[in-house]
């Protein structure tokens, strides 16, 4: 058992999340309007993933380094990231909340002739895997999501073989949380005197592009380590100073090249990007290397 607690959250049923999640709100459905399932939507979707929304997620699910493993995605929405481990020779399994998600899913493999182990619906909370199974656990935007966040590491640690890794993705406290969601939100707009100061219910109405999620948390640097205390955690970094706004139906304004160059050029991504790409392994608590150490070792 890990050492983060929130009580709060797991009063949120997982049949709502799960309905949320349903029809106009099935993950990257809102990047066009063409009729999900062909090659050509394939294209324009996985385009804009990794091209505008999310430019840094390439490099950091590292798609191209598990060839043979078997690799689970945990909340595959409509599969764009597991197909790129496929792409790469990793045996791929998939879970979803949703039946909708894995139904897009295998018709987006199929459509791109690639196999998979296995595409199932099935919650985080419980995965339907025997423990030290996995090489590999990956998943983007989605634990945040689960009523009971703490029972999600835990199977995943569970799933995993020793030494086997996982990468994760949730939201954290960057520009635009405490910009749109605090400042915008929840003072100009005077939704935190509408919610009597109960910031989780802002952060629900306002975090998602349609708005109105059952739960979305969003967790501290600190939360996090404590989430993640039962692994050996390799990095937590914060990425993605992302589009400027979002509006209805993602109608995407970038962040203009001047504040992105200026960011870049004092490194604030790290201190205001609103993913964190969380990287941690199954294995015993490694000390960290002191490089005097090293140096007195070595030389
Ligand atoms: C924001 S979407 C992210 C989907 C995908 N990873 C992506 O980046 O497009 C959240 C997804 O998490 C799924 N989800 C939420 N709670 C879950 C749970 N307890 N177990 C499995 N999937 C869950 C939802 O059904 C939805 O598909």
Not at 209 to 238: A, D, H, W
Request: glycine share 6%; with cysteine; net charge positive.
């Amino acid at each position: 058992m890990n050492n983060y607690k929130n009580e709060k959250a797991r009063s949120v049923s997982l049949e709502k999340v799960k309905d949320y999640w349903k029809g106009k709100n099935i993950p990257q459905i809102w990047y066009t309007n063409m009729e999900p399932g062909s090659v050509a939507y394939y294209n324009n979707t996985s385009k804009q993933r990794y091209e505008l929304y999310f430019p840094y997620l390439k490099e950091s699910a590292e798609f191209q380094y598990h060839r043979n493993e078997k690799v689970l995605e945990v909340g595959v929405g409509m599969g764009t990231d597991l197909i790129e481990y496929s792409k790469f020779g990793a045996k791929v399994y998939g879970i979803d909340l949703g039946a909708d998600q894995i139904e897009l899913s295998k018709k987006m493999f199929d459509t791109l002739q690639l196999p998979y182990e296995e595409l199932k619906v099935a919650s985080v909370e419980k995965l339907p895997y025997q423990d030290n199974f996995f090489d590999l656990v990956y998943s983007f935007g989605v634990i945040h999501h689960t009523p009971n966040i703490n029972a999600a590491v835990d199977e995943i640690y569970r799933v995993l073989k020793p030494g086997g890794r996982a990468i994760i993705m949730i939201y954290s406290r960057g520009w635009k949380h405490y910009l749109k969601r605090c400042f915008i939100h929840g003072f100009l707009k005077l939704k935190i005197f509408k919610y009597k100061f109960d910031w989780q219910k802002v952060y629900n109405e306002v975090s998602e592009v349609n708005g109105f999620s059952p739960l979305t948390q969003i967790l501290s640097r600190r939360q996090v380590t404590k989430l993640f205390s039962n692994f050996y955690i390799e990095e937590i970094n914060k990425k993605r100073l992302g589009e400027f706004f979002e509006y209805k139906p993602y109608n995407t304004i970038k962040l203009p090249n001047f504040f992105l160059n200026i960011f870049t050029l004092f490194g604030l991504e790290r201190l205001l990007g609103e993913n964190f790409i969380i990287k941690v392994q199954k294995s015993p608590k490694k000390e960290k290397g002191k490089i005097s150490e090293v140096i007195w070792k070595n030389y």
